[in-house]
């Protein structure tokens, strides 16, 4: 069930949204009261829920400190509301664990390194988070998704706390975005320069990721990008996993510029050989 099927009452909301401990303990009360003290369960899996969606870490850490347990839909909650604070309570408290893959998400560092939220990165690497444990949307890993925000500061974190370069698809994702400044930063980092992102057969929506770096300025006409990898010793004969090079591509495309440059750099190889 997705967080915002689930009906909640509107008194529980407003208890969440409110954020006030003292409130929150005065309802329970009064719901105690009205149901006779042997009656009463406190609705702490509702009061939780709602604080995911209201950001209330008030409310929140009761739930916790009573023993409420967090569910797939409060985890779906906390990425889509932010619930930044009541995620920290739930870690502390022990009730997710830090690699926790959330449906149709991914796991929360990959998450949020997506959405450039360095703070909530940091405390899922000082936490434990291993970097390279899953894939956001089944495809990117987390330092990819660093990368396509463009935050050389979130790149290096991930990188200090182990992510791994190679076969990240990272430097695949700064060529897509024509992020050349990102490309020449994790070619000094120590990356691939011909790296094949997705290897195939890709889902619909991880298609545009196959092939390496120069395959991916060949397809989007990024001329600059191109040259600066032909210059940088790229392999202009590596062929994707549908078994096209850079130079069937551009041609493909119509990208007549880097097509000249490919062949020139074709001719100027069998010029080499022959000598």
Excluded at 52 to 72: F, I, M, P, S
Excluded at 175 to 189: G, P
């Amino acid at each position: 069930m997705h967080y915002n099927e689930r009906l909640i009452s509107e008194e529980i909301r407003a208890i969440a949204r409110k954020n006030s401990r003292e409130a929150l303990e005065a309802f329970l009360q009064q719901q105690r009261e009205a149901a006779g003290e042997l009656e009463y369960t406190p609705p702490l899996e509702d009061l939780l829920l709602a604080a995911t969606d209201c950001r209330a870490n008030q409310v929140a850490a009761y739930c916790l400190e009573h023993g409420q347990k967090a569910t797939r839909e409060m985890m779906t909650s906390v990425v889509v509301h932010n619930s930044f604070a009541v995620y920290r309570l739930m870690v502390k408290h022990k009730v997710v664990r830090i690699n926790f893959v959330v449906p149709w998400y991914g796991d929360i560092l990959g998450t949020m390194a997506s959405d450039n939220k360095i703070d909530w990165v940091r405390f899922c690497l000082e936490h434990g988070a291993n970097p390279n444990a899953s894939l956001v949307e089944e495809h990117l890993s987390a330092l990819a998704c660093a990368v396509h925000t463009g935050n050389v500061e979130l790149v290096d974190l991930l990188l200090a706390h182990g992510a791994r370069l190679k076969g990240s698809n990272a430097i695949v994702r700064a060529a897509i975005d024509e992020d050349l400044e990102m490309v020449k930063y994790l070619l000094l980092r120590g990356a691939d320069i011909d790296e094949v992102g997705i290897k195939g057969p890709p889902g619909a929506e991880a298609y545009g990721d196959m092939g390496s770096p120069l395959h991916q300025a060949a397809v989007e006409g990024y001329m600059e990008m191109a040259l600066f990898l032909i210059e940088a010793g790229a392999d202009i004969y590596l062929k994707d996993p549908l078994g096209r090079t850079a130079e069937d591509l551009a041609l493909e495309k119509g990208h007549m510029e880097i097509l000249d440059a490919l062949r020139q750099k074709k001719m100027k190889d069998n010029v080499d050989i022959k000598e």
